[in-house]
C-alpha cells in the first residue's frame, strides 16, 4: 500500500517481460488482489491468510488472467501444532475460509470471519449444521448453490472436502478426501432449471479434464446433477471411463456409496 501506483506498475511490468526466467513479487493480500495481471507467474503461495477468503481468491485470480498459458498452482502451507492436532490454528483458519467460500458460492452475505468464530471453533472442533434439502428444492438453486449444497452433504458424512478456484477449475468443482487415507475423489457439478432435461456429456469431458489438471492417478471421478437422469450416451461412456453417476434420484444414497468406496481403498 506504500507503493505508488506508478512504481508499482514498473514492477509487474518487468516482472511480465520475463516468463522465463525464475522470479517472485511478494505481495500483501489486499495489493495483489486488484488491478494487477501476472500471467508471467504461475505458483501463488500464500503465506499469510486473509479473513475474508474473496480477497484471498482475488490474489489467486491474478495469474489465472487472459494470456496464462501454463497449468497455475495454489500452495497454502499449514503448520500442525503437535499438541492440538486438528484443533491448530492453521488447520481451523483454512476449514473455516473454506465453509466461507462454499457458504458464498450460494448466498450472498459477507464472508468476513470474525475472530470470535475462530475461537469458538478451535474450542468446539465437532461443530456441524443440518441443512439437508429436498430434492425439489435443488431445481431452484443457482450452479454454485448447487455446488455448495453438495460439498455440505459430503461434509456431513465426514468427508473432506476442497473448493477448487471459480475460475480455472481444471475440470473439477470439488475435490473429496478421506480423512483415513490419501484416496481423493474429483467432483464435477452441473446444475438443470429443467430437471426433465437429460444431462449430456459435458462434466464427463470437464472429469476428463481434471483427470490430467490435478495429476491425480487412481482418483475417483463422479458427476453429479439435480436432472433426473443422464443421457444415455452419457451412461454408456461412463461405464467405459469408470466415472460414477449420481442424478436427481441416487444423491445421497450415491455419496453414501462414494464415501463407502474411499473408506475401503482408504
Not at 520475463?18 to 522470479?23: A, K
Not at 502451507?77 to 457458504?103: F, Q
Amino acid at each position: 500500500g506504500q507503493v505508488s501506483g506508478a512504481a508499482r506498475q514498473i514492477a509487474v511490468d518487468e516482472f511480465q517481460m520475463s516468463p522465463s526466467t525464475f522470479d517472485v513479487m511478494i505481495l500483501s493480500p489486499r495489493a495483489g488482489g486488484v488491478g494487477l495481471t501476472l500471467t508471467a507467474a504461475n505458483n501463488v503461495i500464500h503465506l499469510s491468510r486473509w479473513w475474508n477468503p474473496a480477497v484471498e481468491d482475488q490474489c489467486s485470480d491474478r495469474v489465472y488472467r487472459i494470456g496464462q498459458t501454463r497449468s497455475v498452482n495454489i500452495y497454502l502451507p499449514l503448520a500442525e501444532h503437535p499438541a492440538y492436532g486438528d484443533r491448530s490454528y492453521d488447520l481451523v483458519l483454512d476449514k473455516l475460509l473454506d465453509e466461507k467460500r462454499m457458504i458464498s458460492r450460494g448466498l450472498f452475505v459477507s464472508t468476513e470471519i470474525g475472530s470470535d468464530e475462530l475461537q469458538r471453533r478451535m474450542n468446539v472442533p465437532n461443530s456441524s449444521v443440518d441443512d439437508a434439502l429436498d430434492p425439489e428444492e435443488l431445481d431452484r438453486m443457482e450452479p454454485l448453490a448447487f455446488e455448495a449444497w453438495f460439498g455440505r452433504q459430503a461434509r456431513k458424512l465426514h468427508l473432506e472436502v476442497q473448493l477448487t478456484p471459480r475460475t480455472g477449475d481444471g475440470g473439477a468443482d470439488l475435490l473429496l478426501r478421506h480423512p483415513t487415507g490419501s484416496r481423493i475423489a474429483l467432483v464435477q457439478c452441473k446444475h438443470r432449471a429443467d430437471p426433465t432435461s437429460p444431462m449430456d456429456e459435458r462434466a464427463l469431458d470437464d472429469l476428463d479434464r481434471a483427470t490430467h489438471a490435478y495429476a491425480t492417478a487412481g482418483a475417483l471421478r463422479v458427476a453429479v446433477t439435480n436432472a433426473m437422469r443422464f443421457t444415455a450416451a452419457a451412461e454408456e461412456r461412463a461405464v467405459q471411463t469408470n466415472i460414477k453417476l449420481l442424478s436427481r434420484s441416487n444423491l445421497i444414497q450415491g455419496l453414501s456409496e462414494l464415501e463407502r468406496a474411499m473408506r475401503l481403498r482408504a
